[in-house]
């Protein structure tokens, strides 16, 4: 890959220097293994005109990915939303289900599209996943099951979760879109709970372009999922139940085949990348980097700071505008949270969620993956820890140049 090429001065952007980086630094760049192998997969498939529909390279996704999870059923499917919806169908959640607010949208949409209302449940702010403790008051009579997402990678608590679920006979599924590769209490998520769906888009830690899964190690929620992607065929001619298309197709398996292969070596630079920032962030007032835990496997895909303002002097907006200003394009994952979005806000929430606003308002994801380099990192953390340092002129340059920009807008 080529080198960025960086350069910037001595004093911030937004207090008047030159950016940092001269290119976009992003957040989401994709993850991708050898480039050849990944060539002859697509002349290989070329070759066999077998483009889509349960092809060879999406059998044997599915089951390289089910060894890789020490899960019994692996479907691959078209995208992480379907995978979602299809999960949520074959899995019988009906009426409400019970699931964090603290995520990215897609995962209340494919419960909403399903007709299934999403009911929020705050999250533990030490582990940014839906409380356990707080699942309980939402339950009605309405409650089909709970969906926890495992926010960052870092597992849900799964067994607190599967003792309410056990007590008041409710299904229990998880996103686990961020959580390729990583454990749980030792074990690999995916057999968790019902069913798990992950997602295998470009920007996740493992991607097959667009994609995504269900694993399961439920025999039958397995089938129904199988039939399910495929418009409810059972065999030729012969549809048993409702469906959908989420079948995934033949070059993105070839891609997943491919990235699976260096999924060692991007664990490891993600590592190395987190690493880094503990080091490089390490001091900075109020901004505290989100660990992964001890003795658990961890994709590290994600680098995200929670910045806390009384001990910063900056917020956590004014930290992305000084990163924006040097090219840095950090994301404000989950703002502002599902339940203030369209049609959720619409309707009453069953209990406030406090911990959900308050970390709303504090996180910001920044960039890492395969193609940020060891001096990105180094020089990001700079950026921000010189951002801390210049606080009380840094607040008033963010100011005026958002008060120039209304002045600007239409
Ligand atoms: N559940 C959870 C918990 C999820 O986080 C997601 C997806 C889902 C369910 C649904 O799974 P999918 O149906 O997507 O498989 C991005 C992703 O689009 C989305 O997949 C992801 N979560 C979410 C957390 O992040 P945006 O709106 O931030 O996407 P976008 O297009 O702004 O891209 C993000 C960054 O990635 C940009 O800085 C540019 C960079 N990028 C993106 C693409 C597509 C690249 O460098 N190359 C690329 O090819 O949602």
């Known amino acids: 890959m080529a080198e960025r090429t960086s350069r910037g001065s001595s004093r911030l952007a937004v207090l008047g220097g030159s950016p940092a980086f001269a290119e976009a630094l992003h957040v989401g760049r994709p993850n991708i293994g050898d480039r050849a192998r990944f060539a002859k997969r697509i002349e290989v498939m070329l070759d066999r005109l077998w483009l889509t529909n349960n092809g060879a390279y999406v059998r044997e996704l599915e089951s390289r990915i089910a060894r890789v999870l020490e899960v019994q059923h692996c479907i691959a499917i078209s995208n992480g939303t379907t995978a979602l919806q299809i999960m949520a169908t074959a899995c019988g959640l009906s009426g409400e289900v019970i699931m964090p607010s603290f995520t990215f949208v897609a995962t209340a949409h494919a419960l909403e599209w399903q007709g299934v209302t999403p009911v929020f449940c705050d999250i533990d702010p030490a582990t940014h996943n839906i409380d356990p403790s707080k699942v309980e008051e939402l339950i009605t009579n309405e409650t089909s099951a709970i969906l926890g997402v495992h926010v960052w990678g870092r597992a849900c608590e799964v067994e607190a979760l599967e003792r309410v679920a056990l007590r008041y006979g409710l299904r229990l599924c998880f996103d686990a879109a961020h959580a390729f590769a990583c454990s749980a209490a030792g074990r690999m998520i995916g057999g968790g709970g019902d069913a798990e769906a992950f997602s295998f888009h470009a920007t996740k830690f493992f991607n097959t372009f667009e994609g995504g899964a269900i694993t399961t190690n439920d025999d039958e929620v397995a089938t129904r999922c199988r039939r399910m992607r495929d418009f409810g065929f059972a065999g030729a001619d012969r549809v048993e139940s409702l469906g959908i298309n989420g079948k995934m197709n033949e070059a993105s398996a070839a891609m997943g085949l491919t990235n699976l292969e260096a999924l060692q070596s991007f664990i490891d630079t993600n590592a190395r990348n987190h690493s880094l920032y503990r080091s490089g962030l390490e001091g900075i007032p ?125």
């Open 286 to 410: 109020g901004v505290a980097l989100v660990r992964y835990p001890q003795g658990e496997r961890s994709n590290f895909q994600y680098v995200v700071v929670e910045v806390d303002e009384r001990a910063s002097d900056l917020s956590r907006d004014e930290l992305q505008a000084v990163l924006s200003a040097e090219n840095v394009l950090a994301r404000r994952y989950f703002f502002p949270g599902c339940h203030t979005m369209p049609p959720y806000r619409e309707r009453a929430l069953r209990a406030p969620l406090p911990e959900t606003e308050r970390l709303t308002g504090r996180t910001l994801a920044l960039p890492t993956g395969t193609a940020v380099t060891e001096a990105d990192v180094v020089r990001v953390c700079a950026i921000v820890r010189r951002a801390v340092a210049d606080a009380a002129a840094v607040k008033v340059a963010v100011a005026a140049s958002t008060a120039g920009d209304a002045a600007v807008a239409p």
